[in-house]
């Protein structure tokens, strides 16, 4: 079963979005930043304006996929850590995140967690990606991170319209093979790379969605929302919170984490080697990234919030 809480009026359902947000423990600054996040092309090749995939945040949805979806599906609110869908169910629908933050976890299939193992923010996929066109049940739980509005997608609208416009058909499958490749590099991360090599990979991951390139003594820094909480962030990257903490500890002692509220900046040069190693771990494609994470953000659009 899907859960439905009602179709809200949009203008009150944003109010009413921002204002729980600031009676819980998520700000309505770093919601604000969230809904903001950066989009980009999917199939750029080149470096000046390729985009590589990261672990843990799937792509952004096409716009055009994004216009088809709100179009013809029903939108549904949800209150933090409310389940998407019920398990060992068949899903034939497509869930589009249009506010808040959503998240995906692989714990017990019959005891679920309300930690994150990956991450869906506004335009970006909630579920569905692994089983529209199979059905087949999903494996894990699926859930609100905080309190979100999805757009649902049933396979019987949706198919037909995407039929009747390859090119759309086509920007669905490239988008369901980078959220496979995605997934990919995080099981790839998990397995082979140390914790503090898996908590910077997730920090850019989230920055290449959310960071602003800024300067500080002469050197660039990024500037970007607090990446999630401290219990996520430890499951994100398959590490005990004591090893978490032992690092953020360490990253602010030598003053390469700086938190300032709800946001956060450190030096880019900080993250260089574990941009180097995703790079590296890439196979030979019609794709070329940038060589080094500063070129990469010196090509990406900027973000314009006025919040940070």
């Known amino acids: 079963m899907i859960l439905g809480l009602g179709v809200p009026k949009t203008k009150q359902y944003a109010l009413d979005f921002l204002w729980e947000a600031v009676m819980s423990n998520v700000s309505w600054e770093w919601l604000s930043a969230v809904q903001q996040g950066r989009q980009y092309d999917l199939d750029a090749k080149t470096p000046d304006c390729a985009v590589p995939i990261v672990p843990w945040i799937h792509p952004p949805v096409h716009p055009k996929l994004q216009n088809l979806i709100v179009r013809i599906g029903r939108k549904i609110q949800l209150s ?3 389940k ?15 506010s808040g933050v959503t998240a995906r976890n692989f714990g017990n299939p019959i005891v679920g967690t309300e930690n994150a193992a990956a991450i869906s923010p506004p335009g970006h996929i909630a579920f569905g990606n692994l ?15 905080t309190k979100a509005e999805v757009v649902v997608c049933n396979k019987e609208l949706l198919l037909p319209a995407l039929k009747a416009d390859p090119e759309l058909f ?8 980078c959220c496979a490749l995605s997934d990919r590099i995080g099981f790839a991360f998990m397995a082979f790379a140390p914790v503090e090599e898996r ?10 969605h959310y960071a602003k390139l800024s300067g500080r003594d002469g050197k660039p820094w990024l500037t970007m929302p607090v990446p999630l909480t401290r219990s996520n962030r430890c499951l994100l990257a398959n590490a005990s919170s004591v090893s978490t903490d032992t690092y953020l500890k ?21 993250l260089e080697e574990t941009y180097k190693w995703m790079r590296k771990s890439e196979e030979q494609s019609a794709y070329s990234y940038a060589p080094t994470l500063l070129e990469l953000f010196q090509h990406l659009h900027e973000i314009r919030s006025p919040l940070y």
């Open 170 to 177: 086509v920007l669905l499958v490239r988008h369901f093979e």
């Open 199 to 208: 908590l910077k990979a997730f920090v850019i991951s989230w920055a290449v």
């Open 84 to 98: 998407l869908i019920s398990l060992d169910r068949s899903i034939s629908h497509l869930a589009l995140v249009t």
């Open 131 to 145: 089983n529209f066109f199979t059905e087949r049940p999903a494996f894990g739980h699926y859930f609100a991170l």
């Open 80 to 82: 933090r850590q409310d």
């Open 250 to 270: 360490r990253w602010k002692d030598n003053s390469v984490w700086i938190r300032n509220g709800d946001f956060v900046s450190c030096p880019i040069s900080f």
